[in-house]
């Protein structure tokens, strides 16, 4: 009875042993398959933190297949670095496409804390070891900032990649399974992007109205705008008459007021003249009364009979007297 107790003990140690053993194998195998990560569209960020090794490529791409085995067999050995290695397949992620930027297939990134490096060397499984343990990503200048992934203007690039490929899935529907000819869906999607362009510039002009409202002014009919037009001609002829005139204007006033200064010169003129002429003649009244007094002083037999020639030159009038005033020029 203990002999055969000690063989169930046995047997059942040999079992646990077993089970266990094949647990461990297995867990190993599953970790293998799980160190190769896929990313896509919701998960992608979780490259910006720690080291990445990613992949983009597409099932249908040869040189992708070529190089699935070896990149799964990199996943493994990377692991032992601390180093994570992701697939990104662009046809059920195409925005991460147009995010990175990718035009060529298969593509390959290093990044590091959210610094993005293309690898552009070999792709066997030294190769990618040697780059990852040795840090040959340093020498490698990282992509520039306008065309990081994380930036805003590569998320709308990347919604642009994710729109062209759902409108090429649509198109492949439409002839696969409505069976609809290729122009068939080309004018459909030409009315489409017709109707498409007019509601958003629609939407842009009222946009601008809104943030730019313009100035409220009466509405005018047809023969109200022209009236005021022609009187708008109007007033503009008579201020060019008025501009053309005032030059002339200013000639006569000039002109007159030349006139002027030369009558008041004249007028100046006449009147020291008469002041001279009242001089002399008051002088040579002076001289004649002097002259009577002196002849009444006289005897009168001394007086001499005056003859009729030198009695009409006393009565003819001296020259100064004959002068007359110039006539003044018309005001």
Same mark, same amino acid.
Request: with cysteine; proline share 5%.
């Given at each position: 009875?203990? @002999? ?14 077993? #089970? ?19 990313? %896509? ?17 597409? $099932?249908?791409? +040869? ?17 032992? #670095? ?24 298969? /593509? #390959? ?39 990081? +992934?994380? /930036? ?15 409108? @090429? ?43 730019? +409202?313009? @100035? ?11 009236? %005021? ?17 005032? $030059? ?13 200064? !030369?009558?008041?010169?004249?007028? %100046? ?7 001279? !002429? ?20 006289? $005897?009168?037999?001394?007086?001499? $009979?005056?003859?009729?020639?030198? @009695? ?6 001296? +020259? ?12």
């Amino acid at each position: 009875m203990q @002999k055969i107790a000690v063989n169930h003990r046995c047997w059942a140690f040999l079992a646990t042993v077993l #089970i266990l053993g094949f647990a461990a194998a297995a867990e190993q195998t599953v970790q293998k398959t799980k160190q190769l990560i896929d990313l %896509n569209e919701d998960n992608w960020r979780l490259m910006l933190q720690g080291e990445w090794m990613v992949e983009f490529y597409a $099932p249908w791409c +040869p040189a992708c297949k070529n190089l699935a085995p070896t990149w799964e067999r990199f996943a493994s050995t990377a692991a032992e #670095i601390n180093v994570n290695v992701a697939k990104i397949d662009v046809t059920t992620s195409p925005s991460l496409s147009g995010r990175f930027f990718v035009t060529a297939l298969p /593509t #390959i990134y290093h990044v590091k804390e959210g610094e993005f490096r293309q690898y552009r060397g070999s792709r066997d499984g030294d190769a990618l070891m040697f780059f990852v343990k040795q840090k040959q990503w340093s020498k490698l200048e990282p992509i520039s900032a306008w065309k990081k +992934p994380d /930036t805003i203007h590569m998320s709308v690039l990347s919604y642009f990649f994710k729109l062209s490929h759902t409108l @090429k899935d649509f198109n492949g529907r439409l002839q696969e399974e409505y069976g609809l000819p290729t122009w068939g869906s080309y004018a459909l999607f030409a009315i489409g992007t017709i109707f498409v362009g007019a509601a958003l510039g629609l939407m842009l002009v009222c946009v601008v109205d809104f943030l730019y +409202p313009p @100035k409220k002014h009466q509405r005018q009919s047809f023969s109200e705008s022209k009236e %005021n037009g022609q009187n708008q001609n109007g007033i503009e002829d008579i201020n060019d008459e008025l501009e053309d005139d005032a $030059p002339e204007d200013e000639d006569a006033n000039a002109d007159d007021q030349e006139e002027e200064e !030369e009558e008041e010169e004249e007028d %100046n003129n006449d009147d020291e003249e008469e002041n001279e !002429e009242n001089e002399r003649s008051s002088t040579e009244d002076e001289e004649e009364d002097e002259k009577q007094q002196s002849e009444s002083e006289e $005897p009168e037999s001394e007086k001499k $009979p005056q003859t009729p020639a030198k @009695k009409e030159a006393e009565e003819k009038p001296s +020259p100064t007297e004959v002068r007359k005033r110039k006539p003044r020029k018309a005001d």
